[in-house]
């Protein structure tokens, strides 16, 4: 400033980058289709104590249970597991200072200033792990998407050839005494699925969330391996993923009941499995039989859930 002192303001701060846990969002698709993100830069200082603006915050909305990873170092950045749940991904770059931050009493004109801060880069690797009360669990073509179709509001693809679920679904349902409760739809696992054989891993981190599994089992009788055995394959595979999953809350529903040749082969497993203390309920989805007990057992086993927790 002539015949003054200094008047060189502050630059301004660059936009954070924020991740924003919102329930609209049911997969990351947009994070796969734009893969680079960038807030923008402040604006420089100016003349006359002019402090440059901050930039606004990025913020990138992602669905209810994402969680965040630094793909560089592996540490959990956070778990947004609630709706409105955010984080500071990466944090914008400081303003730097302008010379009038400089003047002292011997120098009332200083041409010194300080240069602004790089804003932060990480490489953020998302998983997305559904969040639902109730899990569906089973190898391909167990009746998981016909159940939960006759259940709940949920329109899954449904036919019948293997891993025709290729996307967990979510579904309301609404129990009786006003408890609803949402369920999920994993896709069909098979056996080393938790080395990434079939549909692979990516899909056994969606039951990690659950309070109880309904462990469905078709008893088809010309199946190979046999009933009892398929039940152990999705066990096993529970137990190699994480240990505690096959200590979960479960339900072991055999399926396909209108069917007359599963009668005979349902009731060797059902005998099989009550031996062992499992909880079992035979149901079709196709003609009813045994859904509405289903749903009510399954309401009532969350509810305690809902009062010890």
Partial sequence: MPKGGPDGGDGGKGGDIIFLAVESLNTLLDCQYRQLFRAKRGVHGKGKDMHGRSAADLVVKVPVGTVLWDDDSGELIADLDRPGARVVAAK?????????????????????????????????????KL???????????????TLISVISNARPKIADYPFTTKVPGLGVVRGPGGVDFVVA??????????????????????????????????PAPDLSPSATERFEII??????????????????????????????????LKES?????????EISAATGEGVKELVARTARLLKRMRRSS
Avoid: C
């Fill in 92 to 128: 914008g770059g400081d303003g730097g200072r302008g010379n009038a931050r400089f003047a002292t009493s011997r120098d009332r004109a200083p041409r010194r200033h300080e240069e602004g801060w790089p804003g932060q880069e990480r490489h953020v690797r998302l998983e997305l």
């Fill in 131 to 145: 969040i639902a009360d109730v899990g569906l669990i089973g190898l391909p073509n167990a009746g998981k998407s």
């Fill in 185 to 218: 739809d994993i896709p069909g696992l098979i056996q080393d699925a938790h080395k990434g054989a079939g549909m692979g891993h990516r899909f056994l981190r969606h039951v990690e969330r659950t309070r109880v599994l309904l462990h469905l089992v078709d």
């Fill in 235 to 268: 066990m096993q595979e529970l137990k190699s993923y994480d240990s505690t999953l096959a200590d979960t809350p479960m339900l072991v529903v055999i399926t396909k009941m209108d069917v007359p040749e599963n009668r005979e082969a349902a009731a060797g």
């Fill in 273 to 281: 499995l009550v031996k062992r203390r499992l909880p079992v309920l």
